[in-house]
């Protein structure tokens, strides 16, 4: 599947992407271009190179073209990326706390789910963050409706519990 970007604030530039689409699985970019646009602005002389692309916002780019890609395909990128963060909490919580599978009183029962909110909330910033967003936190934060300092506060809880992707933090 392509996706051709255009944008206002780079008028020369068109930017490409192509991705491999495998049913159940996040898109993964096979390749990107970075082209003049067919129609160039006679009076400028712009060239596309590296300086250039080094100032332009790809990650940017990339999440408007996987976005009109899942659309086209007839997803909805917001829960698609919500329900593979909830498995993979699950899948997780279930793996490093595996006496709360079955929990036995009230205690267990609200630790699993905090234990499952706070790896859902890190896993979608991990996400976030891969894309190439300066503020993954603040995007998080517009996502669930409260602030960047409460997000950066779950990521705290998440790493001391040890349900992060990468965390150095042991769980006890």
Known sequence: MEATVLD???????????????????????????????EPDPLNN??????????????RWDRTAQ??????????VGSEV???????????????????????NGHEVRRRKSLLQLAEAAEEYARIAS??????????????GTTASTVRGWLHRARREGVTRDTSHPAT
Request: hydrophobic share 40%; no cysteine.
């Open 131 to 144: 894309t190439g967003e300066r503020n993954p936190a603040g995007v998080l934060a517009a996502r669930r």
């Open 46 to 59: 712009f060239t596309v190179g590296a300086s250039a692309i080094r100032e332009m916002p790809i990650a």
């Open 67 to 76: 976005a009109a890609v899942v659309k086209r395909l007839g997803g909805d």
């Open 82 to 104: 919500e329900s593979s963060a909830t498995e993979w909490a699950e899948a997780l919580v279930r793996q490093k706390f595996p006496e709360l599978d079955e929990p036995k």
């Open 8 to 38: 206002d604030e780079h008028p020369d530039v068109a930017t490409t992407f192509k991705y491999l689409a495998i049913p159940g699985q996040p898109l993964q970019a096979i390749g990107v271009n970075v082209h003049s646009r067919p």
